[in-house]
């Protein structure tokens, strides 16, 4: 069974900077495309940041320049989130497409990890 498990968050000030990190376990045969989303409260899951097996990245607008993610060969991807703002509290999520040995490409999710940047 496939798990996507993340660390990283908790409490910054504004202009702070935090790392993320979302770990892969499971019978993984292939990894495509990881991600970050996250959804603060009374809004929906938005897109920050994905990367491609290639290490394509994309961005969402309020966040380019000051997140990057990226990924290494131990089924792990990380965004570094520097000069943060109140607006990036949010649940962080991780998303992957996931191939096991015995399912196509699938998309999973993480539990979620909380940030919050305080003013």
């Known amino acids: 069974q496939v798990q996507l498990v993340e660390f990283g968050g908790g409490l910054v000030h504004t202009g702070g900077s935090l790392r993320l990190s979302c770990a892969a376990s499971?019978?993984?045969?292939?990894?495509?495309?990881m991600g970050w989303y996250r959804q603060a409260p009374g809004k929906q899951r938005e897109l920050v940041a994905t990367?491609?097996?290639?290490?394509?990245t994309n961005y969402a607008d309020s966040v380019k320049g000051r997140f990057t993610i990226s990924r290494d060969s131990a089924k792990t991807v990380y965004l570094q989130m520097n000069s943060l703002k109140p607006d990036d509290t949010a649940v962080y999520y991780c998303?992957?497409?996931?191939?096991?040995?015995?399912?196509?490409?699938?998309?999973?999710w993480g539990q979620g990890t909380q940030v919050t940047v305080s003013s």
């Open positions: 998303n992957a497409e996931i191939a096991t040995l015995s399912d196509p490409p699938t998309w999973y």
């Open positions: 499971g019978k993984i045969f292939s990894m495509n495309v």
């Open positions: 990367i491609t097996g290639r290490s394509r």
